[in-house]
């Protein structure tokens, strides 16, 4: 085996090891980082707390397991950073007791949670919709195209389009809502 081949063997994936890690940190990035903001108002400090987060998820990544949820994973190693970075700064910032602090970190988590939720029951009751309805949305959100421009893609009036959009709107949102309550689609 020549040493080219050799070479080879020993770092077979790192490329696609890199891909993957930055797809699944560019999905959690924006939830990774809120829930930061959420407890750390300060946003220089957050961005800090964010990067050192960030450092430490490439840093064991070969330790994250393919089966658990990426972006709980990474709030919670962004939870250790804030409680270090709480500890350490206890002196300079607002003085909190730990249960205090401990209610705006599961608040923190809670609005996390929730937006996860809100994204996955939008998905779900896009899916439900009629296929015109699903394109329409596909055209608008996806394709980030303006309805003057739709209408005449559709070859509809830019009047009708808006009204269409609206009850789409309409029925997602009482889907969304009766998804989250109820916690299935109706």
Request: charged share 30%; with cysteine.
């Amino acid at each position: 085996m020549t040493n080219a081949d050799n070479s080879s063997n020993k770092k077979p994936d790192n490329g696609s090891r890199a891909e993957r890690f930055f797809s699944l940190f560019m999905s959690s990035q924006n939830q990774i980082y809120t829930y930061i903001l959420m407890v750390i108002h300060n946003i220089n400090d957050a961005d800090d707390l964010m990067q050192e987060t960030a450092t430490v998820l490439w840093e064991k990544f070969h330790e994250f397991e393919e089966d658990r949820n990426f972006t709980a994973w990474g709030i919670g190693i962004a939870h250790n950073k804030i409680l270090t970075y709480l500890r350490d700064h206890r002196k300079t910032r607002a003085k909190f007791n730990d249960d205090i602090s401990t209610k705006i970190i599961e608040h923190a988590q809670s609005v996390v949670d929730e937006k996860k939720e809100r994204v996955e029951a939008i998905i779900k009751c896009v899916g439900k919709l009629k296929e015109t309805d699903r394109k329409l949305i596909s055209l608008r959100y996806e394709q980030d195209i303006p309805i003057k421009k739709m209408a005449v893609l559709v070859g509809r009036s830019v009047d009708g389009l808006y009204k269409t959009m609206a009850r789409i709107h309409n029925a997602l949102q009482e889907c969304v809502r009766r998804t989250l309550i109820y916690g299935e689609l109706p």
